[in-house]
Nanobody
């Protein structure tokens, strides 16, 4: 079983910054990908940014130039630095990992989500 613990959400004014953190724990043999998704009220969950264990990144267009995703393989952690936040960034942000355990092949795991609210 793999667990993801997220932190760093909150209320921030437009133009402000937040840093989200997520750490994976449990019976993990390998992590090949970690990332962040978000879901705004009334909308489908969408990818924000992903990063492989080798450091290859992918960003959704709306956050390019404003967000940076990073990974610490030793800590099994992923971070999302968000700058110049906009009201449309308001959503619940979910951490995701594709991890393998002794008993399973690579499987998607999700955190419980952390609320990010951008408002003046």
């Amino acid at each position: 079983q793999v667990q993801l613990a997220e932190s760093g959400g909150g209320l921030v004014q437009p133009g402000g910054s937040l840093r989200l953190s997520c750490t994976a724990s449990g019976s993990i043999s390998d992590i090949r990908l970690m990332g962040w998704y978000r879901q705004a009220p009334g909308k489908q969950r969408e990818v924000v940014a992903t990063i492989t264990r080798a450091g290859r990144t992918v960003y959704t267009d709306s956050v390019k130039g404003r967000c940076t995703v990073s990974i610490d393989n030793a800590k099994k952690a992923v971070y999302l630095q968000m700058n110049n936040l906009r009201s449309e960034d308001t959503a619940v942000y979910y951490c995701n990992t594709q991890a393998r355990s002794i008993a399973t092949l690579y499987t998607d795991y999700w955190g419980q989500g952390t609320q990010v609210t951008v408002s003046s």
